[in-house]
């Protein structure tokens, strides 16, 4: 894990552990599907600023401004430190848990699932919210 941005204190450490867990308890899905995750020997999860995530969400997806969370297939999860700390007070969350869930969203991007239709969007965010229960100890 690496924190390029420097505008918000986050606590390095405490992601890890919670991402390799979190890659742990992603693997136990889908099981027999040879996925992206599964071919990965590393997943690097980058925490950046808007203002990078903005000029990402651009290059690589033809939209303005910043989002919350970009994977890409090699292995690589970009998190906009700023947008998770602005959806974590309009959601109710704190700041490690909008962490934590965009963590899983990338892992589960990597892993074959997408949000693309509200079928597969709902299965996204079931599997998201178990693979949090689990992983925050609350199963």
Not at 18 to 41: C, E, G, I, M
């Amino acid at each position: 894990m690496h924190n390029l941005q420097r505008k918000i204190s986050v606590n390095v450490a405490e992601l890890e552990k919670f991402a390799d867990n979190a890659v742990q308890n992603s693997l136990q899905l889908h099981q027999r599907q040879r996925t992206d995750l599964r071919k990965l020997r590393k997943v690097f999860v980058w925490l950046i600023s808007d203002r990078r995530m903005a000029l990402l969400h651009r290059k690589f997806l033809g939209q303005s401004g910043p989002t919350d969370v970009l994977t890409f297939q090699h292995g690589e999860i970009f998190i906009s430190v700023e947008t998770a700390r602005c959806h974590a007070r309009a959601f109710g969350n704190s700041l490690v848990r909008e962490l934590n869930l965009y963590i899983v969203h990338g892992l589960l991007h990597l892993h074959g699932f997408d949000d693309q239709t509200p079928s597969k969007a709902h299965k996204m965010k079931v599997a998201q919210e178990k693979i949090l229960r689990i992983c925050s100890g609350t199963l």
